[in-house]
Nanobody
Framework: QVQLQESGPGLVKSSQTLSLTCTVS??????????WSWIRRPPAKGLEFIGY???????YYRPSLKSRTSISRDTSKNQFTLHLSSVIPEDTALYYC???????????????????WGQGTQVIVSS
């Protein structure tokens, strides 16, 4: 079973860059047809797709966040990292990393849309 674990700062100041890392165990992040996503749940709102990095290293970002988002990976550590620049208080959310196999979900309704996900990490952006 593939397991994911998010790590990173819980508090970030506005205009700074948020970096969150997802550490994967149980399989390689380069395994065929895996897509590794970052999603978030702002307070009192539904899940929001941020972006993904695929098994071959391809990336895709939510258009409204594209200018501020990048996702990279370290295959030697079996990790992938979200970088969100110029954060604003509206970026405050519970952030998850999640896995799909053979497809990408850009409008998740629930975490169960994914085959595995981390426990989530709370990020607060202070003004």
């Amino acid at each position: 079973q593939v397991q994911l674990q998010e790590s990173g700062p819980g508090l970030v100041k506005s205009s700074q860059t948020l970096s969150l890392t997802c550490t994967v165990s149980g399989d390689s992040i380069t395994a065929n047809h895996y897509y590794w996503s970052w999603i978030r749940r702002p307070p009192a709102k539904g899940l929001e797709f941020i972006g993904y990095i695929g098994y071959s290293g391809d990336t895709y970002y939510r258009p409204s966040l594209k200018s501020r988002t990048s996702i990279s990976r370290d295959t030697s550590k079996n990790q992938f990292t979200l970088h969100l620049s110029s954060v604003i208080p509206e970026d405050t959310a519970l952030y998850y990393c999640a896995l799909t196999n053979g497809k990408v979900i850009v409008a998740p309704q629930t975490l169960e849309d994914f085959i595995s996900w981390g426990q989530g990490t709370q990020v607060i952006v202070s003004s």
